[in-house]
C-alpha cells in the first residue's frame, strides 16, 4: 500500500479532522492539507496539528492526491461538483451520510469517475474540529455506494485508504444506503431530540436532571446534543426514508402505550423479550 499522500480535508469537523488525524499517524498521508470557509476552524486544526497548512480549495485540490469533502451534505451538493471541476487524476471522496440525492446531483458530471461515494458508520454526539480525536474509525465499517459509477483506479485508491485506517468495507447501491441508515442512525437522532425536549419540557428544574440522571439515560438522550448544522440536511434530504421509519416507531410506541391502558403486562413482557433479540445483532 503506497503511503505519504497529500491528502485535503474539506470540512474541518470531526469527522475531517479525526479521519485527518489517523490518516497522518498510520503514515498514508504526508501532508494534510485543510480547506473551510471559518478560518477559526483553520486556525484550531493548525494549532492542534491536525493539519500541516490552511489553502484556498483551488490550490489545495492542484496538489493533492485525495480530497476528503466533510462538509454537511447540504454543503456537499455545491462542493463535490467545483472539487470534480478542478481535479485530473485526483481522488475525490465524501463522508456524508445520505447518498442517493447527492448522487443524482453528480451522475452526469464528467468527471464522475474520480468521485467515490463513501460513508465511516463512526462518530459522536460532539462536533467542530475540537471534537476530532484518533481512532474514532479503527474496525468500524465504511460503506462505498455505487461502486460501480467509480473508476477502478479511484476505487483502488479510497480502499486502501480506509483499510489503513483499520476500517472494514462494504459496499451498498445509494437508495439501500439510505434506507438502512434511516433505521440505524437518523431514527435514534430523532428519538433522542424528541425525549430530550419531553424531558425538559416537565422537568423545569434542570438541576433535578442532572442529580437523577443514570448513565443509562445520559446514553439514551447523548444523540440530542448533535449538531442541528450537521442533522437538518440530513433530514431534510433523507426525508422520505425517515418517515416511513418515523411512522413505524410512531406504531409501535403506540402500541406500547395501549398495551399499558390496558394493563396488559404479559404481551408487555413478551414484547420485551422480542426486542432482547437485538443481543444477536449487536452482539454487545
Keep these: ?24 499517524e498510520n503514515g498514508f498521508a504526508a501532508k494534510i492539507i485543510g480547506v473551510d470557509t471559518n478560518s477559526d476552524s483553520e486556525d484550531k486544526a493548525l494549532r492542534r ?15 493533492s492526491d485525495f480530497i476528503i469533502v466533510a462538509t454537511p451534505v447540504d454543503a456537499m451538493k455545491k462542493v463535490l461538483p467545483a472539487v470534480l471541476d478542478l481535479t485530473d487524476e485526483q481522488v475525490v471522496l465524501d463522508v456524508g451520510s445520505t447518498k442517493e440525492t447527492l448522487l443524482e446531483s453528480l451522475r452526469n458530471h464528467k468527471k464522475r469517475g474520480r468521485y467515490v461515494a463513501t460513508h465511516p458508520m463512526a462518530g459522536t454526539e460532539f462536533s467542530g ?12 465499517y465504511t460503506v462505498i455506494c455505487d461502486a460501480a459509477d467509480s473508476d477502478a483506479d479511484a476505487l483502488e485508491k479510497t480502499e486502501n485508504l480506509y483499510a489503513s485506517m483499520q476500517m472494514h468495507i462494504a459496499r451498498l447501491n445509494a437508495k ?23 424531558v425538559l419540557e416537565k422537568e423545569a428544574d434542570e438541576e433535578k436532571i442532572f442529580e437523577l440522571a443514570s448513565s443509562g439515560f445520559g ?10 448544522d450537521m442533522w437538518v440536511p440530513i433530514f431534510r434530504q433523507n426525508r422520505d426514508n425517515v418517515l416511513d421509519v418515523l411512522d413505524e416507531h410512531i406504531n409501535t410506541l403506540s402500541r406500547f ?11 408487555f413482557y413478551r414484547l ?11 452482539k454487545s
Excluded: C, Q, W
Design 257 to 267: 402505550r395501549s398495551l399499558l391502558i390496558k394493563k396488559d403486562f404479559d404481551t
Design 272 to 282: 420485551i423479550e422480542e426486542a432482547n433479540s437485538i443481543k444477536k445483532i449487536l
Design 1 to 24: 500500500m503506497k503511503k505519504g499522500h497529500t491528502i485535503t480535508v474539506v470540512g474541518l469537523g470531526l469527522i475531517g479532522g479525526s479521519m485527518a488525524i489517523d490518516l497522518k
Design 129 to 140: 474540529i475540537e471534537a476530532a480525536v484518533p481512532n474514532l474509525f479503527t474496525h468500524k
Design 49 to 63: 496539528r491536525i493539519i500541516d497548512e490552511a489553502m484556498p480549495l483551488e490550490k489545495a485540490v492542484a496538489v
Design 176 to 198: 439501500a444506503h439510505d434506507v438502512h441508515t434511516a433505521y440505524i442512525s437518523h431514527i435514534s437522532h430523532i428519538s433522542s431530540f424528541a425525549l430530550a425536549l419531553t
Design 219 to 228: 446514553s439514551t438522550v447523548r444523540l440530542a446534543k448533535s449538531s442541528p
